[in-house]
Every structure is written in C-alpha cells, then in structure tokens.
C-alpha cells in the first residue's frame, strides 16, 4: 500500500523559512517522478516543484528561486526547502506521485505565512 505522510507545515512570519518532509511507504521514490502541490483557501490546487526519477526539476513561476525539492532515496524521503516566504505561500501543502495509472496524495501540511 503506497502512503505518503508530510510533515514540518506550521506558521512562519513573512521572510521566514519552511522545510517539507514526505516520507513514502510502498512505493521506492527514486524510481518515480515525486511532486509538491499547495492549494489556498477558494483556489484550485496547483503544481508547486516536480523531480522526475532522472533528476530534473521544475517550479512553478512563483516560487523559482525561494523554494528547493530535493529527495533522499536512501530514506524515502521528499523534501521541500521553502525560502523568503510570503504570505501567498500560504496553503496545505500535499505529496503527489503518479505511476501505474494510479494518482496518489499525502493528507496534506498547513503552511501559514503570516505577522
């Protein structure tokens, strides 16, 4: 059974630092591309970082060089490395995969950027 749990969401002050953890189980993430997804309240969710299995990364526009994805294959780890937050950056913050034809999700971390 594929299950991701994230971790390390809180509230920060503007300016403040962030960093994600997706730990997987059942799945070997080195073998799969892994994302980050946020959604805000009254917006649709939205892709945030990508890493494929090869390595290449991706950030949506918003985030390029505040934010980090990386893995740690030897724990089954995602990370996300959030810099310079804003208070836009609030949102839950979910672990995604896609293999088999199957979408899988994390229950999701609170970031709240607020004074």
């Known amino acids: 059974q594929v299950q991701f749990v994230e971790s390390g969401g809180g509230l920060v002050q503007p300016g403040g630092s962030l960093r994600l953890s997706c730990a997987a189980s059942?799945?070997?993430?080195?073998?799969?591309?892994m994302a980050w997804y946020r959604q805000a309240p009254g917006k649709e969710r939205e892709l945030v970082a990508r890493?494929?299995?090869?390595?290449?990364?991706n950030y949506v526009d918003s985030v390029k060089g505040r934010f980090t994805i990386s893995r740690d294959n030897s724990k089954n780890t995602m990370f996300l490395q959030m810099n310079n937050l804003k208070s836009e950056d609030t949102a839950v913050y979910y672990c995604?995969?896609?293999?088999?034809?199957?979408?899988?999700w994390g229950q999701g971390t609170q970031v709240t950027v607020s004074s």
């Open positions: 890493i494929t299995a090869g390595g290449s990364i």
């Open positions: 059942g799945i070997s993430i080195r073998l799969y591309a």
């Open positions: 995604n995969s896609v293999f088999n034809s199957n979408t899988y």
